[in-house]
């Protein structure tokens, strides 16, 4: 039955009522202590790894896998899932046996990874274009007898384009000797596919291997996100893991970002000496030349230990710069948002990002780097619309010839305004509103005051958005019957709903409804869009492409589309005063 009840609600009452329901999709709870695996893989924890327990949902990980099954595993940065794939390489009781395989985004991390596991005394490899001549000359010769190497790192590009890294993979798979492989940091296939299109070419690990499990692990993705990951590494009824994404012990903050650099970096400054003095920290910014401006500025103006990171430095320096801020010689890496991708370095204190960040899994992602030993940390971003009008414009006008097809350009563009919602939003639960990104309930006065919204003083006044929520509903059951044949996207349904001129808008601009949120604040139209999605009065369709990407069309559910329209169901949207 649904209610017709009015439902009036302040912005920051804790209400259950306004969270999204998750489809989170859950292993069945078993002792996996019995499992056949158990004692060889608690002896490698305490022995090898000198730990003394498993984290939540790592033994259901590692028990699946050696089993062959398909995993696919999502929890927060710093929840352990290395581990996951590390130790059951080394396990010689599971159903598939010999070299794992994984595949990893990022040079650093590789490096990192595989130093890390080379002080354990695991005999683990990278096969990368970057790698020392020495250790790759050393891994193929025993990968093609066939001698003990339980990992071996490599890139997706390196993996799809090598034709001697194909080799050995086909070689070890006709001896029996292809255990698993690993794709690790699992949401790059649909965050970053504009650009690595080799991560969305995994597939062949399925087409080519059938019968070798895949595990895919990430530390952000939501309902949508984990459904492209799910296709395209074509995983079988996979084991599915999942952590809850609240991070308690970070501090969410946004600021308004200066229009002058100058007052930028002293606020910048300013925050780190006040709050972080000695501290280790990372700030992002969007450019290589802005990472190399203020890192230079922070130590030459405020006698700050800051260093620049970025793809465009020498490889030397860049491994000096990275080494140095891992082990606290240099206290602050400025960066562009590749770094730190799970790099494991526990007293991170601080977060800022000098510029937004392009979706709410990318900051998600970034700002999980801070706080990893569970000691408090601050993330702090500042936001000016200007920058959204330069990230909207570096995605609709690339300045490389490697330009993504239209779908995937509105799909990038609707990730960013999720941020710019985000960012925007005075008033709701910084948590609750990140959660929601990931389809995960929250009830905001379990935050304890640890956003700038939660601790606020003033008073919430309530504001009766009935018309407009009504005005929203009917738009888009207008706009659906127009017969467009592709559908409307949630950015696409905002602009014409706020009258805006362009050439895709064009043809609705004669509709009912067009133009209606004209002169309504762009933060209190995102937040009733919010509502709705969440109140499933609106919904997504999912589709994939002729060009197979996943796109996300709304639409009405009609039955709760009469209640809104009928039964005067309103939304109190709390406005700071």
């Not at 960013?416 to 960012?423: E, K, P, Q």
């Amino acid at each position: 039955m649904i209610s017709t009840e009015p439902l009036c609600r302040s912005a920051r009452d804790g209400s259950q009522a306004e969270a999204c329901t998750s489809s989170t999709l859950c292993s069945t709870r078993v002792d996996h202590t019995a499992s056949p695996y158990y004692f060889e893989a608690i002896s490698l924890l305490k022995g090898t790894f000198k730990l003394s327990h498993f984290r939540k949902n790592q033994l259901e990980c590692i028990t699946a896998t050696l089993d062959g099954k398909d995993v696919f595993y999502l929890a927060p940065t710093g929840g352990g899932k290395s581990l996951c794939y590390q130790l059951p390489a080394l396990c010689k009781s599971g159903k598939t046996q010999g070299t794992t395989f994984v595949i990893s985004p990022l040079l650093s991390l590789i490096e990192d990874q595989v130093l890390a596991l080379r002080e354990k005394g695991i005999n683990a490899f990278r096969l990368t274009n970057a790698a020392d001549t020495d250790a790759a000359h050393d891994a193929l010769p025993r990968l093609r007898k066939g001698d003990n190497v339980p990992l071996v790192y490599t890139t997706p590009e390196k993996f799809i384009n090598s034709n001697i890294v194909q080799d050995i993979v086909v070689h070890l798979y006709e001896r029996k000797l292809l255990a698993r492989f690993v794709v690790d940091e699992a949401h790059v296939i649909g965050g970053w596919r504009s650009w690595r299109e080799s991560y969305a070419s995994l597939g062949i690990l399925r087409e080519r291997w059938p019968d070798i499990p895949i595990m895919a692990l990430t530390g952000s993705a939501n309902e949508l996100a984990i459904e492209d990951i799910k296709e395209s590494l074509a995983l079988r009824n996979p084991v599915h893991l999942k952590q809850s994404f609240n991070r308690a012990n970070l501090y969410y903050e946004v600021r308004m970002k200066p229009a002058q650099k100058k007052v930028l970096l002293q606020e910048i400054a300013g925050f780190i000496q006040s709050r972080h003095k000695g501290d280790t920290g990372i700030i992002y910014c969007q450019s290589r030349d802005e990472c190399e401006d203020m890192a230079r500025r922070l130590r030459e103006e405020f006698n700050l230990s800051a260093r620049h990171f970025h793809a465009g430095m020498d490889r030397d320096e860049k491994r000096v710069n990275q080494h140095d801020w891992s082990k606290g010689i240099c206290k602050i890496i400025v960066a562009t948002i590749a770094f730190g991708m799970g790099i494991d370095k526990p007293d991170v204190r601080f977060v800022i990002h000098a510029t937004m960040s392009k979706d709410m899994d990318g900051y998600y992602q970034e700002t999980g780097r801070a706080g990893r030993d569970g000691g408090p940390s601050d993330c702090l971003l500042f936001y000016a619309y200007r920058d959204v009008a330069k990230l909207q414009s570096m995605l609709t006008n690339p300045h490389d010839s490697n330009r993504p097809p239209p779908d995937e350009v509105e799909r990038q563009l609707e990730r960013l305004s999720a941020v710019v919602a985000y960012c925007s939003n005075e008033s709701d639960c910084r948590r609750v509103l990140i959660l929601r990104h990931f389809d995960e309930e929250f009830d905001e006065e379990e935050c304890h005051k640890s956003c700038d919204n939660c601790c606020k003083l003033g008073k919430t006044v309530k504001e009766n958005c009935t018309e407009m929520a009504q005005q929203a509903v009917q738009l888009l059951s207008n706009l659906i019957d127009s017969g467009r044949d592709r559908g409307i996207t949630l950015n696409m349904f905002k602009d014409v709903w706020r009258g805006r001129k362009s050439k895709n808008i064009a043809p609705y601009s004669g509709l009912s409804g067009y133009g209606a949120a004209a002169n309504i604040d762009h933060t209190m139209t995102e937040r009733i869009v919010t509502q709705l999605l969440c109140r499933q009065v609106f919904s997504t369709r999912r589709t994939t492409s002729g060009s197979g990407f996943g796109v996300n069309y709304l639409e009405v559910c009609f039955l709760l589309m009469v209640v809104a329209i009928v039964s005067q169901l309103f939304w109190a949207v709390g406005l700071q005063r």
